[in-house]
Protein backbone atom coordinates (compact mmCIF):
# COMPACT_ATOMS: atom_id res chain seq x y z
CA UNK A 1 0.00 0.00 0.00
CA UNK A 2 1.18 3.65 -1.35
CA UNK A 3 1.54 5.90 1.59
CA UNK A 4 3.30 9.83 1.92
CA UNK A 5 2.66 10.78 5.52
CA UNK A 6 3.66 14.32 6.40
CA UNK A 7 4.33 15.88 9.65
CA UNK A 8 5.59 18.75 11.19
CA UNK A 9 3.15 21.55 10.31
CA UNK A 10 1.36 23.89 12.85
CA UNK A 11 1.05 27.78 14.44
CA UNK A 12 5.01 29.65 14.31
CA UNK A 13 5.20 33.36 14.21
CA UNK A 14 6.23 34.90 11.23
CA UNK A 15 10.41 35.13 11.17
CA UNK A 16 10.00 31.36 12.92
CA UNK A 17 11.04 28.03 11.13
CA UNK A 18 9.93 25.12 10.78
CA UNK A 19 10.68 21.70 9.48
CA UNK A 20 8.07 19.28 7.59
CA UNK A 21 8.67 15.88 6.89
CA UNK A 22 6.91 13.07 4.25
CA UNK A 23 7.57 9.18 5.18
CA UNK A 24 7.22 7.32 1.98
CA UNK A 25 5.85 3.59 2.11
CA UNK A 26 4.66 1.35 -1.09
CA UNK A 27 7.08 1.81 -3.53
CA UNK A 28 10.60 2.16 -4.66
CA UNK A 29 11.37 5.74 -3.20
CA UNK A 30 14.37 5.98 -5.16
CA UNK A 31 12.90 5.91 -8.56
CA UNK A 32 11.07 9.10 -8.02
CA UNK A 33 11.44 12.70 -7.46
CA UNK A 34 9.73 14.16 -5.07
CA UNK A 35 8.39 17.58 -4.37
CA UNK A 36 6.44 19.82 -1.86
CA UNK A 37 3.07 21.97 -2.69
CA UNK A 38 1.02 24.16 -0.89
CA UNK A 39 -2.62 25.10 -1.25
CA UNK A 40 -3.79 28.11 0.73
CA UNK A 41 -7.59 29.02 1.34
CA UNK A 42 -8.99 30.04 -1.85
CA UNK A 43 -5.76 29.56 -3.97
CA UNK A 44 -4.81 26.59 -6.52
CA UNK A 45 -1.71 24.22 -5.56
CA UNK A 46 1.68 25.61 -6.15
CA UNK A 47 4.72 24.23 -6.73
CA UNK A 48 6.97 24.88 -3.58
CA UNK A 49 9.99 22.76 -4.24
CA UNK A 50 11.45 19.57 -5.91
CA UNK A 51 14.33 17.46 -5.67
CA UNK A 52 15.51 14.49 -8.02
CA UNK A 53 15.45 11.01 -7.29
CA UNK A 54 19.43 11.48 -5.99
CA UNK A 55 18.74 14.91 -4.33
CA UNK A 56 21.25 16.25 -6.33
CA UNK A 57 19.77 19.23 -8.26
CA UNK A 58 16.59 20.62 -6.06
CA UNK A 59 14.58 23.56 -7.25
CA UNK A 60 12.59 26.10 -5.87
CA UNK A 61 9.90 28.66 -6.48
CA UNK A 62 10.58 31.94 -6.38
CA UNK A 63 8.22 32.89 -3.52
CA UNK A 64 10.92 30.68 -1.66
CA UNK A 65 14.23 31.34 -2.36
CA UNK A 66 16.99 31.44 0.09
CA UNK A 67 14.47 30.69 3.04
CA UNK A 68 13.01 27.14 2.10
CA UNK A 69 15.83 23.52 1.60
CA UNK A 70 14.34 20.56 0.25
CA UNK A 71 16.29 16.96 1.27
CA UNK A 72 15.82 13.91 1.13
CA UNK A 73 16.97 10.85 2.81
CA UNK A 74 16.89 7.55 0.35
CA UNK A 75 17.66 5.01 3.28
CA UNK A 76 14.98 6.60 5.20
CA UNK A 77 12.20 6.92 2.89
CA UNK A 78 11.70 10.71 3.62
CA UNK A 79 11.99 13.60 2.10
CA UNK A 80 12.01 17.09 4.10
CA UNK A 81 11.33 20.66 3.97
CA UNK A 82 13.50 23.06 6.02
CA UNK A 83 11.09 26.21 6.04
CA UNK A 84 12.81 29.04 7.58
CA UNK A 85 11.83 33.05 8.09
CA UNK A 86 8.60 32.14 7.42
CA UNK A 87 5.71 34.72 6.43
CA UNK A 88 1.92 35.13 6.64
CA UNK A 89 1.64 33.90 3.51
CA UNK A 90 3.56 30.92 3.48
CA UNK A 91 0.32 29.55 5.67
CA UNK A 92 -1.35 26.94 3.67
CA UNK A 93 -2.01 23.02 3.55
CA UNK A 94 1.66 21.82 2.60
CA UNK A 95 1.42 18.53 0.41
CA UNK A 96 4.38 15.95 -0.21
CA UNK A 97 4.16 14.54 -3.84
CA UNK A 98 6.28 11.57 -5.67
CA UNK A 99 6.53 11.01 -9.35
CA UNK A 100 7.92 8.23 -10.86
CA UNK A 101 11.55 9.67 -13.03
CA UNK A 102 10.39 7.50 -16.09
CA UNK A 103 6.40 6.50 -16.02
CA UNK A 104 5.15 10.08 -15.22
CA UNK A 105 1.74 9.52 -14.99
CA UNK A 106 2.78 7.25 -11.82
CA UNK A 107 2.29 10.11 -9.11
CA UNK A 108 1.69 9.67 -5.31
CA UNK A 109 -0.02 12.48 -2.92
CA UNK A 110 -0.25 13.15 0.75
CA UNK A 111 -2.81 13.53 2.62
CA UNK A 112 -1.13 17.12 3.69
CA UNK A 113 0.06 18.81 6.63
CA UNK A 114 -1.39 22.66 7.49
CA UNK A 115 0.94 25.61 8.25
CA UNK A 116 -0.15 29.14 9.88
CA UNK A 117 2.42 31.67 10.36
CA UNK A 118 0.52 33.91 12.86
CA UNK A 119 1.45 36.00 15.77
Known amino acids: QVQLVESGGGLVQPGGSLRLSCAAS????????MSWYRQAPGKERELVAR????????NYADFVKGRFTISRDNGKNTVYLQMNSLEPEDTAVYYC????????????WGQGTQVTVSS
Open 97 to 108: NAVHIIIKNRTY
Open 26 to 33: GFSFSAYA
Open 51 to 58: TTSTGSTP
